[in-house]
């Protein structure tokens, strides 16, 4: 079965320290996974993708990380700010299949205090 | 440009009501999908429809659900006789779906509409 999970539920950290969020996924075959950040009250917005060639990507402070033999990825946030409070989703397109068939994490819920 | 936007952003309703939430997608955008997302929970796939082929209702959770789009422009989630398992906030994406590479495309989300049932 499909699925994507991420790790750890909910953290919390200080202001200006770094983080790093985890996904496992087991989606076959496998097409491509992106980060999402979702600010309280908002809808998600995409910070960064991954496809199967790449292993590390960066969106300033972000940086994402994908082994696609183990089926993990990880999006690290270096020098937190406030700002960065929100829940972290990490969302795996199967290669081939519907494009409606996108597999959702449950999120991270990160909260950065100063 | 206009991004994907939602009507109401707030909907209170009583138990056994219809409601009606609608979504306006980025122009252009020939993929639109409809999440559900609880309280503290993820993103629940609803419905994706891609241009003029039959929408994947897979995820709609009962009869109760259901959802039209007029072409490739605005969409419309019903809900009929509310329940208050129901209350959620409703979120509305968009995406260009077509090219050779159309899967790596991002979706865009609309700010949601927030359900609550009485």
């Known amino acids: 079965k499909n699925q994507v999970e991420q790790s750890p539920q909910s953290l919390i950290i200080l202001e200006g320290k770094n983080c790093t969020l985890q996904c496992n996924y087991t989606v076959s075959p496998f097409s491509n996974l992106r980060w999402y950040k979702q600010d309280t009250g908002r809808g998600p917005v995409s910070l960064t993708i991954?496809?199967?060639?790449?292993n590390t990507k960066s969106n300033g402070r972000y940086t994402a990380t994908l082994d696609a033999d183990t089926k993990q990825s990880s999006l690290h946030i270096t020098a937190s700010q406030l700002s960065d409070s929100a829940s972290y989703i990490c969302v795996v397109s199967p290669y081939g299949g519907s494009q409606g068939n996108l597999i959702f994490g449950k999120g991270t819920k990160l909260s950065v205090k100063p | 440009g206009a991004g994907v936007s939602q009507s109401p952003s707030n909907k209170v309703t009583e138990k056994g009501k219809d409601v009606e939430l609608r979504c306006d997608p980025i122009?252009?955008?020939?993929?639109l999908y409809w999440y559900r997302q609880r309280l503290g929970q993820g993103l629940e796939f609803l419905i994706y429809f891609q241009g003029n082929s039959a929408p994947d209702k897979s995820g709609l959770p009962s009869d109760r659900f259901s959802a039209e789009r007029t072409g490739e422009s605005v969409s419309t989630l019903t809900i009929q006789r509310t329940q208050q398992e129901d209350s959620a906030v409703y979120l509305c994406a968009s995406r260009r779906a077509s090219g050779k590479k159309s899967s790596y495309n991002e979706q865009f989300f609309g700010p949601g509409t927030r359900l609550t049932v009485l």
């Open positions: 122009s252009g955008h020939t993929a």
């Open positions: 991954m496809t199967f060639s790449e």
